[in-house]
């Protein structure tokens, strides 16, 4: 990103040791100097300047000051830091943030992180429990219902059904009496008493995880490329809106099945080739970072909205509320995941720091869109009630 006009802390030292680069918006801040009670993070002339470069090391794998240390020249020891405990805060694009209210850098970053992480946690437990309880009480269809064995309260609902659309129905048919009732008492941890469902599982949780892992993880870093944030923050969204779409109009033409594949190759394959702008690119080239991260969105997004579709028609009629709240609990565990992922840079520094969660996103993506292939259509197919129908579908 270039840097804004007079941000000394970011644009590199006036004494010839550097003559700025590339950093990540986010890094918005810097040691304040101890000696200077009225400091800013914009410079306030060559005297400044000065005070800066005397008092603050220059980062050469990052390309601007360090944000944490400051240099003790006690002693003689000019190249000795210590940490720094009071910071300065640009104010371009924001005047403040919850960030740089409280100082959540340097030691403290990672408890962003964890915030996010703990919102996500609280999601998996919801998912978990509502899910199973949602199988247990929230109007049922009939179908439901008889494979639950509430005959009277499906009846119920049939004859209503019938009245609605003028059906002449006997007796026997209104009170659907001797009705053959399958698959009673089954749950969804009956799926995995099968390797071929065990399979069909794994397979369906891994893409929930990825599609959560990607789709969580270039939301919330959106902040990290260069440009405008306000309009990477409009386009984020209109990508994601022309996901759903997307998908709303050619779902039932290419089915569930190759519809996610491609949503996951897609934003998978872009997500990886972003690895080559960051590495090899300049600053001229940031916004071929920023449109594939678009695509890679626009993938993530069109395959969470396919994917709700597709695993509640493939689980069974008798568990699939249970179904959907283990598959939402496993994208819950990927969106804890996603906040790390996206800070891997915090640890690996420069440029592969910045290309490596892309990267990681890309390829998990890539391999979740690949084994979709192994799962069964179920665009236009009768759909299975019980465990049984299950094993047979497909």
């Given at each position: 990103?270039?840097?804004?006009?007079?941000?000394?802390?970011?644009?590199?030292?006036?004494?010839?040791?550097?003559?700025?680069?590339?950093?990540?918006?986010?890094?918005?801040?810097?040691?304040a100097?101890?000696?200077?009670?009225n400091?800013?993070y914009?410079?306030?002339?060559?005297?400044?300047?000065?005070?800066?470069?005397?008092s603050?090391?220059?980062?050469d794998?990052?390309?601007?000051?360090d944000?944490?240390?400051?240099?003790?020249?006690?002693?003689g020891?000019?190249?000795?830091?210590?940490?720094?405990?009071?910071?300065?805060?640009?104010?371009d694009?924001?005047?403040?943030?919850?960030?740089?209210?409280?100082?959540l850098?340097?030691?403290?970053?990672?408890?962003?992180?964890?915030?996010?992480?703990?919102?996500m946690?609280?999601?998996?437990?919801?998912?978990?429990?509502?899910?199973?309880?949602?199988?247990?009480?929230l109007?049922?269809?009939?179908?439901?219902?008889?494979?639950?064995?509430r005959?009277?309260?499906?009846?119920?609902?049939?004859?209503k059904?019938?009245?609605?659309?003028?059906?002449?129905?006997?007796?026997?048919?209104?009170?659907?009496?001797?009705?053959e009732?399958?698959?009673?008492?089954?749950?969804?941890?009956?799926?995995?008493?099968?390797?071929?469902?065990?399979i069909?599982?794994?397979?369906?949780?891994?893409?929930?995880?990825?599609?959560?892992?990607?789709y969580?993880?270039?939301?919330?870093?959106?902040?990290?490329?260069?440009?405008?944030?306000?309009?990477?923050?409009f386009?984020s969204?209109?990508?994601?809106?022309?996901?759903?779409?997307?998908?709303?109009?050619?779902?039932?033409?290419?089915?569930?099945?190759?519809?996610?594949c491609?949503?996951?190759?897609?934003?998978?394959?872009?997500?990886?080739a972003?690895?080559?702008?960051?590495?090899?690119?300049?600053?001229?080239?940031?916004?071929?970072?920023?449109?594939?991260?678009?695509?890679?969105?626009?993938?993530?997004?069109?395959?969470?909205?396919?994917?709700?579709?597709?695993?509640?028609?493939?689980?069974?009629?008798?568990?699939?509320n249970?179904?959907?709240?283990?598959?939402s609990?496993?994208?819950?565990?990927g969106?804890?995941?996603?906040?790390?992922?996206?800070?891997?840079?915090?640890?690996?520094?420069?440029?592969?720091?910045?290309?490596?969660?892309?990267?990681?996103?890309?390829?998990l993506?890539?391999?979740?869109?690949?084994?979709?292939?192994?799962?069964?259509?179920?665009?236009?197919?009768?759909?299975?009630?019980?465990?049984?129908?299950?094993?047979?579908?497909?």
């Amino acid at each position: 990103m270039a840097c804004p006009q007079g941000d000394l802390r970011l644009s590199g030292p006036q004494s010839g040791q550097g003559t700025g680069g590339r950093t990540r918006s986010r890094d918005i801040g810097g040691c304040a100097l101890p000696d200077l009670p009225n400091d800013t993070y914009v410079s306030q002339g060559p005297w400044h300047d000065a005070l800066v470069n005397a008092s603050i090391p220059w980062d050469d794998d990052d390309k601007m000051y360090d944000q944490c240390k400051l240099r003790r020249v006690s002693g003689g020891l000019d190249n000795d830091t210590v940490s720094c405990d009071k910071w300065v805060y640009s104010k371009d694009p924001f005047e403040s943030t919850f960030v740089t209210d409280i100082n959540l850098v340097c030691d403290d970053k990672a408890l962003d992180t964890y915030a996010s992480m703990i919102l996500m946690a609280g999601m998996l437990v919801g998912s978990l429990t509502m899910g199973i309880l949602s199988d247990a009480y929230l109007c049922e269809s009939p179908r439901w219902l008889l494979q639950k064995g509430r005959t009277k309260e499906a009846a119920a609902i049939f004859q209503k059904i019938g009245e609605k659309n003028k059906l002449m129905m006997s007796p026997k048919t209104k009170s659907l009496e001797n009705i053959e009732i399958d698959g009673k008492g089954e749950t969804v941890w009956h799926m995995f008493m099968y390797f071929s469902l065990l399979i069909r599982c794994l397979i369906i949780f891994f893409n929930w995880s990825v599609a959560s892992i990607v789709y969580y993880g270039l939301s919330l870093n959106v902040g990290d490329y260069s440009g405008d944030i306000y309009l990477n923050f409009f386009l984020s969204s209109a990508v994601e809106m022309a996901s759903y779409v997307f998908c709303l109009v050619v779902l039932d033409i290419t089915g569930r099945k190759y519809l996610l594949c491609f949503s996951m190759l897609i934003g998978g394959n872009a997500c990886l080739a972003t690895i080559f702008p960051v590495l090899y690119g300049t600053e001229a080239q940031d916004w071929i970072t920023m449109v594939l991260s678009l695509i890679g969105k626009f993938g993530a997004s069109a395959s969470f909205a396919v994917i709700y579709i597709y695993s509640a028609e493939l689980f069974p009629t008798m568990m699939r509320n249970s179904g959907l709240g283990l598959c939402s609990f496993m994208a819950r565990v990927g969106g804890i995941l996603a906040p790390y992922i996206g800070d891997i840079s915090d640890v690996v520094k420069g440029n592969l720091g910045t290309a490596l969660p892309l990267v990681m996103f890309g390829g998990l993506s890539v391999a979740a869109g690949l084994l979709v292939l192994f799962l069964p259509e179920t665009s236009n197919k009768v759909l299975p009630d019980t465990v049984e129908d299950a094993k047979n579908f497909g």
